[in-house]
């Protein structure tokens, strides 16, 4: 069945970088995403990488995914306070409508 | 385009009462999700439509729960009656195609139900 799965909390320093990890179990996804969820408000579309992809850079972000491993992460280099929030991985499925969502991450950021 | 509205944002209710959720795709999406988001189950689908056709209720918890999309620039997400388990945040979605890599999903702010 379709699982995706993170670590629930990661903490960092400002002006570290964050490494946040998932794992999924479909090899048919066709696209895998990371979503941005800060206080109160609804997920919001960061970045995404196609699945015959290994990585994917787009300015503070780094995208890699190990398709062997079922491996997907999201660097952010230089991590601000406004970083703060829960980021969710999802993952499309070839010929499915849905997104399948891990659980999310809450990263917390120190001054 | 105003993105994806949901009414109202806030709602808090009385076990035993009839709750009503409103969401307003983005002009043109075909698709339209409905998701609750709770600390213990994280978020998780519970319907989505295409064209106005319901096409999967599986997460549905149960009959009393119901959606609808009576045409494409509506829907509604109605528990009847409410139980305090309900209480979670509900989100709507939607999406021109998912199959294309940047018509992914865009929410709504969602609506904080608190039953009580």
């Known amino acids: 069945g379709e699982d995706v799965e993170q670590s629930l909390f990661l903490s960092v320093r400002e002006g570290d970088s964050s490494v946040i990890n998932c794992t999924y179990t479909?090899?048919?996804?066709?696209?895998l995403y990371w979503y941005k969820q800060e206080p109160g408000a609804g997920l919001q579309l960061l970045t995404y990488?196609?699945?015959?992809?290994d990585m994917k850079q787009d300015q503070r972000l780094t995208v890699l995914l190990n398709k062997k491993d079922k491996h997907l992460s999201l660097r952010i280099a230089d991590t601000q306070t406004g970083d703060s929030a829960i980021y969710f991985c999802?993952?499309?499925?070839?010929?499915?409508?849905?997104?399948?969502f891990g659980t999310g991450t809450r990263l917390q950021v120190f001054p | 385009d105003a993105g994806v509205i949901q009414s109202p944002r806030h709602e808090v209710t009385e076990m035993g009462q009839e709750v009503t959720l409103r969401c307003k795709p983005i002009?043109?999406?075909?698709?339209l999700f409905w998701y609750r988001q709770t600390m213990m189950r994280g978020l998780e689908l519970l319907i989505y439509?295409?064209?106005?056709?319901?096409?999967?209720d599986s997460g549905m918890p149960e009959d009393r729960f119901s959606a609808k999309m009576p045409n494409a620039s509506f829907s509604t997400l109605k528990i009847q009656p409410s139980e305090p388990r309900d209480s979670a945040v509900y989100f709507c979605?939607?999406?021109?195609?998912?199959?294309?890599?940047?018509?992914?999903?865009?929410f709504g702010p969602g609506t904080r139900l608190t039953v009580l």
């Open positions: 979605a939607s999406t021109r195609n998912l199959q294309q890599s940047t018509d992914t999903q865009y």
């Open positions: 479909d090899s048919s996804s066709t696209y």
């Open positions: 990488i196609f699945s015959n992809m």
């Open positions: 999802a993952e499309s499925l070839y010929n499915t409508d849905k997104l399948i």
């Open positions: 002009s043109g999406h075909d698709y």
């Open positions: 439509f295409n064209n106005n056709v319901p096409i999967d």
